[in-house]
């Protein structure tokens, strides 16, 4: 059975820096990977998705794909106070028609001004 | 564009009673998906639907639950009866497409089973 494991955290990190957010999945045959943002009673939002090996930008957003290491690691610099929420990274398979995402349990941000 | 809509946004039932919850995706998503959400965990699936044809249930449990989604876009999921257990956020999510395309949750419904 597929699992997604992150550190749930709470990750502290001060204003202004990097955030780095880690991930590891278990399944080899999970080829999608994506990174969804929750705020607290909120549903999550999509941030990113990466499906090939390196990195890939969006603003202040990186996303880092190792498929040999089965490893998905999501940056963000400069952090802000608003980033503050739970980070989920799910996985997803290519193969056959089901292609519901497996998630992590989270890991909970604080960006302290 | 809308997002996904859900209704309702929160219910509170007793156990053994039983609830049902409704989707409207995004506008030209075929594939929806409900997920269930318990508290400090990530989302869980239950069910995908392409169009009106379920792909995959494998984690519906399917002596209590049920969803449906008649003529290919809103959809519905059923919980009867309820336990104490199925406290949780359920979330209904859509893509355009099966395969790498990103998917888009509705806000939620809030389920507590007392």
């Known amino acids: 059975q597929k699992e997604v494991e992150q550190n749930s955290g709470p990750l502290s990190v001060p204003e202004g820096a990097i955030a780095s957010l880690n991930c590891t999945y278990s399944d080899r045959v999970s080829q999608s990977f994506f990174w969804y943002r929750q705020y607290s009673g909120k549903s999550p939002e999509l941030i990113m998705s990466?499906?090939?090996?390196g990195d890939k930008e969006d603003g202040r957003f990186t996303a880092q794909l190792n498929k040999a290491s089965q490893y998905v690691s999501l940056l963000i610099r400069d952090s802000q106070p608003s980033d503050s929420a739970t980070y989920l990274c799910?996985?997803?398979?290519?193969?056959?028609?089901?292609?519901?995402?497996?998630f992590g349990k989270g890991t909970h941000l604080i960006i302290q001004p | 564009e809308a997002g996904v809509a859900q209704s309702p946004r929160y219910k509170i039932i007793e156990k053994r009673q039983s609830v049902a919850f409704w989707c409207n995706p995004i506008?030209?998503?075929?594939?929806l998906y409900w997920y269930q959400q318990i508290l400090g965990q990530g989302p869980k699936l239950l069910i995908q639907f392409q169009n009106n044809g379920v792909v995959d249930d494998s984690q519906l449990p399917k002596d209590r639950f049920s969803a449906e989604r008649l003529k290919g876009v809103d959809s519905t999921l059923k919980i009867q009866p309820a336990k104490l257990e199925d406290s949780a956020v359920y979330l209904c999510?859509?893509?355009?497409?099966?395969?790498?395309?990103?998917?888009?949750f509705g806000p939620g419904t809030r389920l507590t089973v007392t």
């Open positions: 999510a859509s893509s355009r497409n099966w395969g790498n395309t990103g998917q888009y």
């Open positions: 799910a996985a997803r398979d290519s193969g056959g028609g089901a292609d519901g995402l497996t």
């Open positions: 990466i499906y090939s090996n």
């Open positions: 506008s030209g998503h075929a594939t």
